[in-house]
């Protein structure tokens, strides 16, 4: 059996990447944590074995840059304008975010990620356990317990 070319991996997994990696980080670390996503899996491509689940290794693909970006951002200061009244819960300034999102970012990582890669990358909780660390239980409940907070969270914001 012969791999997929390339480009018709980006076109089928593309937008499944890019919603995890604007899930668990701001929208300009997601476009370049997307784009750093497909450049390191470009080079690995032809490694894959045939049997590989192509969306579950781009998700952990994107994870790993999305830590780098999180590094990253822990070293460097974030150049602003002017600084604002109150900052976001990272320090920056906020950005026009909806509020969906805003709620989103403000679960804890493990529940953030657990959501992110179950309900906007649809991996088997097995795999959510591997690149959060933790077992299937634990990613089931921390996917459960995201949502839940959500459910909450997003309700009171909508609701004022």
């Known amino acids: ?9 980006v076109e ?8 995890v ?3 668990i980080l701001t929208p300009v670390d ?17 490694d894959l074995r045939a049997d590989s689940n192509v969306r579950a290794w781009l998700v952990t693909i994107a994870h790993r840059k999305a830590l780098d970006r999180h590094r990253v951002a822990r070293r460097n200061p ?9 900052p976001t819960w990272l320090g920056n300034p906020s950005s026009p975010d909806d509020e969906l999102w805003n709620a989103v970012r403000s ?13 906007l990358a649809d991996l088997p909780y097995r795999e ?3 690149l959060l ?13 995201g949502i839940a907070s959500l459910r909450s969270t997003y309700a009171q914001e909508t609701a004022t």
């Open 1 to 9: 059996m012969t791999a997929k070319p390339f480009d018709q991996v």
């Open 12 to 19: 089928e997994h593309g937008a499944v990447v890019l919603r």
């Open 21 to 23: 990696c604007r899930a």
């Open 30 to 46: 997601a476009d370049d944590a997307w784009s750093e996503t497909f450049l390191a899996a470009m080079r690995a491509y032809p």
């Open 78 to 86: 974030a150049p602003v304008d002017s600084v604002p009244e109150q």
């Open 107 to 119: 679960l804890p990582e493990k529940q953030r990620g657990a959501v992110a890669y179950r309900y």
């Open 128 to 130: 959510i356990g591997a």
């Open 133 to 145: 660390g933790t077992s299937e239980a634990a990613a089931r409940r921390s996917a459960a317990d």
